[in-house]
């Protein structure tokens, strides 16, 4: 699959994943797609930890409520740093964004499905800290996402999208 395809082929999964175990070699891959993204002034301010011990899944699924992607063999959690890149430019949110997305593209690539949880576990209950504290992440680092990773059972749905010319002009505002 080239990276056009896989970008049309990505789409949020949120159904059951099948007990097909992922290999750490993929898993590598997909960590590796995510570092690889560009960085504010290259502060690489974002980092990754793949959960794929049954027994640690399960204490982050004990404290993810509602569940999401609880049948899904491993996932992968992302971290951020939130300095700045110069002076008070801080691109941490942008460093994340484009490590997520080249992750999603990655896992679709492989084969596997994912979805972007990220207000889920950001939300007022900070169910990201608990995710932290269970992963032992220090301070200084803030969990802010979470990507299930498996083989889906069924086919994601696609979601409507605005249509190209609502979105995306050429030479100006609504050009053509
Ligand atoms: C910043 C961000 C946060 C998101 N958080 C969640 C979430 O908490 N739960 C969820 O089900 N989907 C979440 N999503 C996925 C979006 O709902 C999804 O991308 C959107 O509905 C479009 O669907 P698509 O990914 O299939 O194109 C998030 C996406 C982004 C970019």
């Not at 992922?22 to 502060?43: F, Q, T, W, Y």
């Not at 576990?121 to 498996?150: H, S």
Request: aromatic share 8%.
């Amino acid at each position: 699959m080239n990276v056009i395809e896989a970008i049309s082929a990505r789409h949020s999964y949120r159904g059951k994943f099948k007990d097909t175990p992922v290999p750490r070699e993929d898993l590598v891959k997909i960590m590796e797609a995510g570092l690889s993204a560009p960085s504010g002034c290259n502060k690489q301010t974002t980092s990754l930890i793949a959960v794929d011990d049954k027994a640690i899944l399960a204490k982050l699924h004990a404290v993810i409520d509602p569940p999401v992607g609880e049948t899904a063999p491993c996932a992968i959690c992302v971290l951020t740093q939130r300095i700045n890149a110069y002076r008070d430019k801080c691109f941490a949110v942008q460093d994340y964004s484009a490590a997520i997305e080249n992750m999603l593209l990655a896992i679709t690539a492989l084969g596997y499905r994912s979805c972007w949880y990220e207000g889920h576990i950001t939300d007022d209950d900070k169910i990201c800290d608990k995710m932290a504290e269970i992963l032992n992440v220090p301070e200084g680092y803030e969990l802010v996402c979470f990507l299930p990773v498996g083989k889906g059972v069924e086919e994601p749905a696609a979601p409507k999208k605005k249509a190209f010319a609502e979105r995306a002009w050429f030479n100006g505002f609504g050009g053509k």
